[in-house]
């Protein structure tokens, strides 16, 4: 696939320092995700109002929208955006203006919450600007995040979630 060599070649021209960082020290969060239905979108918007925790972090969340039209329960905020198959390139890397300044933002963490393989959108999580990203473990992403949750096949998010919550909360432990 194109996007794969195009993805390689800029990931090579791309450096950045990798922070472990614990949630109770990361400042600014962003999430990635599928927006495929309601259900989805609702467990990632009390996700990330919980990583907000009463205001101390700032989160942002961009999610992937299948369809043009965008459904009645997405709504863009300040903190949520989307993007959909319009913007992407001819060789599926995600383009324009929500997405670059996705990708432009420093997070403390970013967290891909995608549980599918859709290669097109590590373009994000790789060309981010993020100290520190996860995502679920599989063995052909190794490269694109520093800390991977294996769930092995569970597919379920809100178990993901909880996985991604437990481990980032015990590297704030361990690193006082």
């Known amino acids: 696939m194109a996007g794969t060599y195009f993805l390689s070649k800029e990931m090579r021209i791309r450096t950045r320092e990798v922070q472990g960082i614990g949630l109770d020290a990361a400042r600014s969060i962003g999430i990635i995700f599928n927006a495929k239905d309601e259900r989805t979108f609702k467990q990632i918007r009390e996700f990330s109002d919980q990583l907000r925790g009463g205001?101390?972090?700032?989160?942002?969340?961009?999610?992937?929208?299948?369809?043009?039209?965008?459904?009645?329960?997405?709504?863009?905020?300040?903190?949520?955006?989307?993007?959909?198959?319009?913007?992407?390139?001819?060789?599926?890397?995600?383009?324009?203006?929500k997405v670059a300044g996705f990708i432009s933002e420093p997070f403390d963490i970013l967290i891909d919450l995608r549980l599918s393989k859709f290669t097109s959108l590590l373009f994000i999580v790789a060309l981010s600007r993020a100290q520190f990203k996860v995502g679920r473990y599989r063995t052909d992403f190794k490269e694109f995040y520093d800390l991977m949750i294996d769930v092995e096949d569970n597919s379920d998010l809100t178990y993901f979630i909880s996985q991604i919550q437990h481990y980032l909360e015990m590297m704030g432990r361990s690193s006082k």
């Open 55 to 97: 205001g101390l972090r700032q989160v942002k969340a961009l999610g992937f929208v299948p369809k043009a039209e965008v459904a009645a329960f997405l709504q863009s905020s300040q903190d949520f955006d989307f993007f959909t198959r319009d913007d992407f390139n001819w060789y599926y890397k995600p383009q324009g203006r």
